[in-house]
């Protein structure tokens, strides 16, 4: 199986600063998976994930950023798309902390926005920002 937190040549989109910080949120989330293998308690996980918000509003900023700078025509729906993931996430930190979430259930999320969304919004985002 593979292992989604290494990452693949499949993830770049083909701008560097985004690559970047693509490359950054994976390092979080392997970060976070290590502390819980060693056992990090709710409090800790929290912290972890409550970098791991702050990192992605200001990945989703760069990114919104480029997308006004080039008139990017889906630039709402895909600010749309990061407020629900941002949303999200917020939900999942208070709840790791208040231990009414399961790790799996957000390790799975996490990888489902990688999946989806870098593969397919950002992509195609990535594809119009090279071409203008
Ligand atoms: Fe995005």
């Known amino acids: 199986m593979v292992d989604e937190l290494i990452w693949q040549s499949d993830y770049d989109v083909g701008i560097p600063d985004i690559d ?5 949120f994976l390092r979080l989330v392997g970060k ?6 060693s056992g990090a308690d709710n409090e800790k996980m929290s912290l972890l994930l409550s970098e791991l918000l702050k990192y992605a509003e200001y990945h989703f900023c760069s990114e919104e950023n480029l997308m006004y700078g080039c008139n990017y025509p889906e630039r709402a729906e895909h600010s749309r798309i990061h407020e629900e993931i941002i949303a999200e996430l917020r939900n999942r930190v208070f709840a790791v902390k208040f231990d009414l979430d399961d790790y799996d259930s957000l390790e799975a ?3 489902n926005w990688i999946v989806n969304h870098i593969l397919k919004d950002d992509k195609a985002f990535a594809a119009y920002f090279r071409n203008v």
Do not use: C, N, V
């Open 20 to 24: 970047d910080q693509h490359r950054m």
């Open 32 to 37: 976070i998976r290590a502390e819980k293998g």
């Open 109 to 111: 999320f996490l990888f």
